[in-house]
T-cell receptor, first 117, second 113 residues
Framework: GAVVSQHPSRVICKSGTSVKIECRSLDFQATTMFWYRQFPKQSLMLMATSNEGSKATYEQGVEKDKFLINHASLTLSTLTVTSAHPEDSSFYIC?????????????FGQGTRLTVV | QKEVEQDPGPLSVPEGAIVSLNCTYSNSAFQYFMWYRQYSRKGPELLMYTYSSGNKEDGRFTAQVDKSSKYISLFIRDSQPSDSATYLCAMTTVYNQGGKLIFGQGTELSVKP
């Protein structure tokens, strides 16, 4: 399958600071990227969907001013958690979808464990 | 009621057992059904993908979809300790660039040597 690289895998930050998470599709062009949040022993909750070159579409209840998403190119999307607070601590996962081998499967990054102290 | 229901487990089986994982759903518009495997602190990886009703087999894994009952299953034959992971079902109405995946909460599986 195609490779999606997410960086960093773990980050600890102080309350009030901002954190940027990168998601790259390494061997295919990702026209759509999805950002998820996952709490321990819970499912993936979709936060937002972004298409290259356009504004992200946020799910209900997700603060777009707090979770800034940029999908500037066909291989890179970033999620910035602004003014992070301890309740933002979670596992964030990106997923990229594009034409790979004729299909339109979605491939996941390895996730980023964010801890806000 | 959640759109997709999945028993979170945990499920513990001995090595070599047949494992049955299941999800039920409420949205009859779902047409594409997927099973993902997620190891601890990693992103999910796609195991099986099925369109509409029917069975699909890939090695030790078999996916079944029964749209009339709104019920999907994943069977793992000859389970191995390396199969220990969380298994997530996911489904969508439209499997293209914009189709959102709706996930079950995942079933934690442990295969004991």
């Amino acid at each position: 399958g195609a490779v999606v690289s997410q960086h960093p895998s773990r980050v600890i930050c102080k309350s009030g600071t901002s954190v940027k998470i990168e998601c790259r599709s390494l061997d295919f062009q990702a026209t759509t990227m999805f950002w998820y949040r996952q709490f321990p022993k819970q499912s993936l909750m979709l936060m937002a969907t972004s298409n290259e070159g356009s504004k992200a579409t946020y799910e209900q209840g997700v603060e777009k001013d707090k979770f800034l998403i940029n999908h500037a190119s066909l291989t890179l999307s970033t999620l910035t958690v602004t003014s992070a607070h301890p309740e933002d601590s979670s596992f964030y996962i990106c997923s990229a979808r594009g034409l790979v081998g004729g299909g339109t499967e979605a491939f996941f990054g390895q996730g980023t464990r964010l801890t806000v102290v | 009621q959640k759109e997709v229901e999945q028993d979170p487990g945990p499920l513990s089986v001995p090595e070599g057992a047949i494992v049955s994982l299941n999800c039920t759903y409420s949205n009859s518009a779902f047409q594409y059904f997927m099973w993902y495997r997620q190891y601890s602190r990693k992103g999910p990886e796609l195991l099986m993908y099925t369109y509409s009703s029917g069975n699909k087999e890939d090695g030790r894994f078999t996916a079944q979809v029964d749209k009339s009952s709104k019920y999907i299953s994943l069977f793992i034959r000859d389970s191995q300790p390396s199969d220990s992971a969380t298994y997530l079902c996911a489904m969508t109405t439209v499997y293209n660039q914009g189709g959102k995946l709706i996930f079950g909460q995942g079933t934690e599986l442990s295969v004991k040597p």
